[in-house]
């Protein structure tokens, strides 16, 4: 059994914008460590695309053990057309996959929380996404992504059948829903739960897995289901009417990237990976914005370092117990975006544009 190292960070910037992105944050880094004698070892290592160039394979053996023994993993994205058209085992997206199914990360927090100062920049009307402030619980590690199952194979008359497995078992069902329950607790008291129970036995039994949990455990929490799709609508109909949605790996996927639209930027959204803490009370944890590589605006410091640093202010918060230092951070965020910096993506009308460099180098001339 490999031992998790306290305070240690393992930067994977991968690939795009995730260098340029992974930068500012360990400059942020760096900082706590000048100032708050906060004693984080970084270490920084290859994943995705810059892996199989390097080494012909979407990440080593040696890093996947950094990773397994470090307390917090921050990735930036892995990804690219340059990577395109790789067998699926060596496509970059695999280091990430392999990341969270080994460390068994299969909590995946993903806030879509719309800021003040950028209402106007939502394609949604202001009085339907201020104040917009949703937690979503994807599943991470089991359904269609992970089961067997699976592959491209041959069948008569010349054609192929391409196979995926959608499973899910009682107790991959429960520590994701618990997650949910805990933490809607610590917010409006509220959790839908979204399946396709309609149409698919494992999404039958997501409901009932969920309800029974609810039933034992959490009837102080208000819940509610609701099917996939009909979740997909009312996110954009009505979407302050959700404090916690628990859904699973596929829909937790796409729902996940439709929440973080209303918000108006995909470059201010982190998310969290986590996993089950162990005897020691030590959980494994991987920190990665929700954006991806963005290959089209890569190497030209226009990137917006938001999501990767708020990324670390989670995993302040949620692996390192520093809930104060997360604040300050996240505190150090809004008021940068108050005094009307923005980079490209984030840039309306009066705004001041800045570079990624400069986006950093504000967030931490505002830290005490
Ligand atoms: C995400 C991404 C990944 C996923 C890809 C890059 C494999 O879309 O984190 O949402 O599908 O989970
Ligand atoms: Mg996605």
Do not use: Q, R, V
């Given at each position: 059994m490999i031992k998790i190292k306290k305070r240690k960070v393992l930067l994977l910037p991968g690939d795009g914008i995730g260098p340029e992105v992974t930068r500012e944050v360990r400059k942020i880094i760096e900082w706590f460590n000048k100032n708050k004698s906060l004693d984080f070892e970084i270490d920084e290592d290859l994943a995705g695309g810059a892996s199989y160039d390097k080494h012909?394979?979407?990440?080593?053996d040696e890093v996947f053990y950094k990773a397994l023994e470090s307390e917090v993993v921050i990735l930036g994205a892995v990804g690219g057309p340059?990577?395109?058209?790789?067998?699926f085992s060596k496509k970059p997206e695999r280091a990430l996959l392999k990341l969270r199914k080994e460390l068994k990360l299969f909590a995946n927090l993903r806030p879509a929380i719309c800021f003040k100062q950028l209402v106007d920049a939502s394609s949604l009307k202001p009085e339907i996404v201020s104040g917009l402030d949703i937690m979503i619980v994807r599943e991470l590690t089991g359904g269609i992504y992970f089961g067997e199952p699976r592959g491209i194979k041959p069948i008569d008359k010349g054609e192929r059948k391409g196979i995926n497995t959608h499973t899910y078992t009682t107790s991959e069902i429960v520590r994701v829903a618990k997650v949910a329950f805990d933490l809607a607790k610590k917010r409006a008291n509220k959790v839908t739960s979204c399946e396709k129970s309609n149409v698919m036995e494992a999404g039958q039994l997501w409901k009932e897995e969920v309800q029974a949990l609810h039933d034992k455990e959490y009837k102080d929490v208000e819940l509610n289901h609701m099917l996939a799709d009909n979740c997909a609508m009312q996110l954009l109909r009505n979407p302050k009417q959700f404090d916690v949605i628990v859904t699973d790996n596929l829909f937790g996927d796409m729902l996940s990237d439709q929440a973080s639209m209303l918000t108006g930027s995909l470059g201010l959204l982190p998310s969290a990976s986590l996993g089950a803490k162990n005897k020691n009370g030590e959980m494994r944890a991987m920190y990665e914005p929700?954006?991806?590589?963005?290959?089209?605006?890569?190497?030209?410091?226009?990137?917006?370092?938001i999501a990767t640093i708020l990324s670390f202010a989670m995993a302040l918060k949620?692996?390192?117990?520093?809930d104060k230092e997360a604040e300050g951070l996240e505190k150090a965020v809004q008021s940068v975006l108050d005094d009307g910096f923005r980079t490209k993506d984030i840039l309306t009308k009066g705004m001041k544009e800045v570079s990624t460099t400069e986006m950093g180098d504000a967030i931490i001339s505002k830290l005490k």
């Open positions: 012909g394979t979407p990440i080593t340059k990577w395109d058209n790789l067998e929700i954006h991806g590589a963005a290959p089209d605006i890569a190497g030209k410091g226009i990137a917006n370092p949620y692996s390192l117990d520093l």
